[in-house]
T-cell receptor
């Protein structure tokens, strides 16, 4: 399909790992991104991955990319209350200059 | 760098009034994007510019919406006349980095009564 798909909601206990999933649309997409949006704020770039990579780690964040299934995930280790936000995945399609965003996943941390 | 700057942060106006939203991109970035975010429709791309030239305005909802970029450091999004259904958060973003990542401003929350 044309849409980048994400689950709308995810609840995780503080200290556990969060895994946010995304299915994108174009197997020729060059870059894939994860953005975080806190209440009342703009979208903040968390990390990106180039399409020829299958994993990228940055401190508590791990991005996994399965090109065959067009599946992207973001794992947040040791989830904290400050991780509460909406997380968007986005793809940059080959030959395109604009990003296609997913619907966003609202992450709620349970104390 | 201060990041992408948007003004005003909040705007409340009455139906029929003209609204102008402003954006200053990150210095050196050659792409500028205008988005609209609502609960019902999520994040929508309205228009984007490359080197001050509009490239794709297919997301602009109606002729009531117009956007300009007179120079590399300034862009406006104008709604005339405004309607209650235009109420949303409007974001400006710029890009020009090696990895095409977009950097977003804090947004303008528009309420049309």
């Amino acid at each position: 399909g044309e849409d980048v798909e994400q689950s709308l909601f995810l609840s995780v206990r503080e200290g556990d790992s969060s895994v946010i999933n995304c299915t994108y649309t174009d197997s020729s997409s060059t870059y894939l991104y994860w953005y975080k949006q806190e209440p009342g704020a703009g979208l903040q770039l968390l990390t990106y991955i180039f399409s020829n990579m299958d994993m990228k780690q940055d401190q508590r964040l791990t991005v996994l990319l399965n090109k065959k299934d067009k599946h992207l995930s973001l794992r947040i280790a040791d989830t904290q209350t400050g991780d509460s936000a909406i997380y968007f995945c986005a793809e940059l399609r080959f030959g395109n200059e604009k990003l296609t965003f997913g619907t966003g996943t609202r992450l709620t941390i349970i104390p | 760098d201060a990041g992408v700057i948007q003004s005003p942060r909040h705007e409340v106006t009455e139906m029929g009034q003209e609204v102008t939203l402003r954006c200053k991109p990150i210095s050196g970035h050659d792409y500028l994007f205008w988005y609209r975010q609502t609960m019902m429709r999520g994040l929508e791309l309205l228009i984007y510019f490359n080197n001050n030239v509009p490239i794709d305005d297919s997301g602009m909802p109606e002729d009531r919406f117009s956007a300009k970029m007179p120079n590399a450091s300034f862009s406006t999004l104008k709604i005339q006349p405004s309607e209650p259904r235009d109420s949303a958060v409007y974001f400006c973003a710029s890009s020009g980095g090696r990895y095409n990542e977009q950097f977003f401003g804090p947004g303008t929350r528009l309420t049309v009564l």
